[in-house]
């Protein structure tokens, strides 16, 4: 792989960390721990003048003394101590730095941020490029490599498997939570970056990086203002159409905004001007945590839908009603299947099934219904997706409906969100088909909400042009 | 206790079930199994012409030659021989029945339904009343006692324990999936009532019954449409002043409301107007299934606020903010804590703790800052609620937190909402303070809209009068 300035960040050969410490609980244990147990266990050194081993390994005094070249040194060591080891790395010419420590801007103190900001532009000038992820962040998680410097124990912050959607968050707090529910929910995560003050690369240059990446297919961000505003939008309207970006903006109420103005620089505005400057920029907007990623699996399973005309399918009446009115305001349209389609169906079903929106194919439904409904209404011309409620309370539906989807989810062009809620037994059925590359939801206002983003971003990318990803 | 018409349905002496089988996965089958699997095994009785025995019990052939009176029938025959089994339970003077046979006005078999209504009618005229509930329904479950007519099997779907929150559906399908989920979520459950066709007792008996019952503190339902709007909406009117009502309604757009007129004579009517008719009856309107059981918790365990101001206190500055966001957009106000307030906390912490809404006591927060913040917040005159968010994450935050959140509760006037969200470590915490009577919310949106509806019910009882329950 060809590196660029940021892949030192994500795939790097070799690490130092700065701060490594053999006291269990501090942070410098664990990042030197992940380091260990990680393929990276080779190629990591331990950094502390204070100690001759860390851990079972030499510890050098500074980076300088490594008798290699380092691509990243993660630094966890006291506020006061990061411009003087900040430094050594310059001069050692690491390539990438996350500083972990806290206690720069975002406590106010400006000191210490001005000589930390004059070593990251002196660096900049004299062409020994550092570049930096950080202060005040956790920095990063690569499930695909093992790369890990997000120092929260195990038990206490689960880590997602790999997949693809990117999140970045400039809170490392709610990174960390994010990262831990989505290990439980089983999402899979490309790369995890926390950023912090951004003092050197920022959230636009991390759009541009995972813009480009091909192992990210959905970016997700937590963002509270951006560094450079313009910038941010300019470098998302450009990505936008070749990859969504879905992002959850804290503090776009006017209130709550003023609350987070302590610890950024940030953009202003209310929330009705967020909407328009997003929508602008193809931007898809999270309104809470669990629709940043309700929408992140939904787009990246399922291809974009060509309208908005929503085919409900349910075997119980009263969720395919209440995921109606979701659908309906949700700025989707119930689908108006053919006079064809709905023949199609009614010849081989029950007169008990009502074949309109929803098709309700009631309580006593078997998987050789829904088949036979799923892919009348996937080939209607009417219908531009389907969302399909699944109760799994009724005893006939067997689970051979699983495989089915997953076979009718290879061949179909529209997207499907499957819909259902219950207790374990539900949760085993629900797993099993997200394992088929469905996506699955509990609320229907979640699913229709997540529908509505994946066609308001399919409306965009047919205005707009991707010219930026090879 | 002293027995109106409906306690028979719920606090039955005998009962009968009527299609009583021994077939394994029927209706018959699962509904006997259950009596006979409670403490009402010895005056449960079975009635099956075919049969001589049923699961070991004796099998009348008529519920007219059980030698006892019986005050509840459970009715589950095909639809064409209810008539005549309604007739015999009728004669014998039978208190309640349960018809949960489908095959009714619901799939347009109007000479069944005649019949079945004159039975009713005339049964009431002639005051040899046998009330009724369904037909096409599930009937009742009744955690308390274990009167369980609910079909379905136990693997599908969990009982829920028992509790304050009584939850009447019009749908079946709809009750058994929430009552699955209830379980697992470890809601606790006063009456359930599924009551279907409502041929006889409807939505407003329900209302007013549980409107005096003594176990409910909550009454939520799922309606669709009300068989007579007008009586519904008096009796809630009547009720909401004195016991909360939280309804989730099914067609609320008009688009959505068409698929619901083959199987409801119901009230048309847009989502503004149900919205206007909602607020003036009283009643609290939920969005979608999470919200239904959310705001009931917290009603269940809170006190009613004041006003709207509520004040945000964190360990994680983004979450802080979400959450702020989600305050400010729910109609509520984020609190201004008076001067005196904000020095008491500020003396204690250390400087990077910001003390403002949020009050972001920071990463490293242990449990005594969140019981000087919290208490201080409580103690508060501009402070009329609390949401406490606490991220489980950071090492610091001790399990001891829990009992302290109890304690503090127990003797705070005002509302608190806990809000929290991870995997199986945060979950756990979660579960050990809602045992300690406090209500978790995973969503900040959840957790302020669940608030913003509870300040606006405390308004509207500021205006009404309770003047129905002794």
Chains 1, 2 share one sequence.
Request: aromatic residues 8%; glycine residues 10%.
């Amino acid at each position: 792989m060809h590196k660029t300035g940021l892949d030192y960040f994500f795939y790097p050969k070799t690490a130092a960390v700065i701060g490594a410490s053999g006291e269990r609980g501090s942070i410098g244990y664990t990042t030197f721990e992940n380091f260990l147990h990680s393929r990276f266990k080779r190629q990591a050194f331990a950094v502390n003048p204070k100690h001759k081993t860390v851990q079972g390994k030499k510890s050098y005094a500074s980076v300088k003394d490594i008798p290699q070249d380092i691509d990243l040194a993660v630094i966890a060591v006291p506020a006061k101590v990061v411009p003087a080891v900040f430094k050594d790395c310059i001069e050692k010419r690491v390539k990438a730095a996350i500083i972990i420590s806290a206690g720069f801007a975002e406590i106010g103190e400006k000191k210490l941020t001005a000589q930390l900001q004059g070593l990251i532009d002196s660096s900049r000038a004299a062409k020994r490029v550092t570049r930096v992820i950080g202060p005040n962040c956790i920095g990063v998680l690569v499930p695909e490599n093992g790369l890990d410097t997000t120092f929260f124990e195990e038990k206490r912050m689960r880590r997602p498997k790999r997949g693809g959607i990117s999140f970045i968050s400039q809170s490392g707090a709610l990174g960390a939570l994010i990262l831990d529910w989505a290990a439980m929910e089983e999402i899979g995560i490309g790369k995890f970056v926390s950023y912090g003050n951004a003092m050197d690369v920022d959230e636009a240059d991390l759009l541009e990086y995972l813009g480009k990446d091909p192992r990210t297919k959905v970016i997700t961000a937590y963002l509270e203002g951006a560094k450079e505003g313009r910038k941010f939008f300019e470098c998302a309207r450009r990505i936008s159409p070749c990859k969504p970006i879905i992002v959850l903006k804290g503090g776009i109420t006017e209130e709550a905004h003023k609350a987070t103005t302590s610890h950024t620089g940030s953009l202003a505005g209310s929330a009705q001007v967020y909407g328009a400057v997003f929508r602008q920029s193809g931007i898809v907007q999270a309104r809470d945590l669990n629709e940043l990623f309700a929408f992140a699996k939904l787009f990246e399973n399922e291809p974009l839908p060509h309208g908005k005309n929503v085919q409900i399918i349910t075997n119980g009446g009263g969720f395919g009603i209440i995921t109606a009115d979701a659908v309906v305001q949700s700025s989707l349209k119930l689908a108006k299947m053919s006079a064809a389609g709905r023949n199609r169906i009614k010849k081989k079903v029950p007169k008990t099934v009502v074949v309109g929106n929803p098709i309700d194919l009631t309580g006593d439904a078997d998987s050789g219904r829904y088949v036979l409904a799923l892919e009348s209404a996937l080939a209607d011309r009417n219908v531009d997706s389907v969302i399909v409620i699944m109760l799994f309370n009724t005893p006939t539906l067997e689970l051979g409906v699983v495989k089915e989807l997953g076979r009718i989810r290879k061949k179909a062009k529209k997207p499907i969100a499957v819909l259902s809620l219950g207790s374990e037994f539900t949760s085993t059925m629900l797993s099993a088909i997200e394992k088929q590359g469905l996506t699955t939801f509990n609320y229907p206002t979640t699913a229709a909400r997540a529908l509505a983003a994946l066609s308001g971003y399919a409306e965009f990318s047919r205005t707009g042009k991707c010219t930026e990803i090879p």
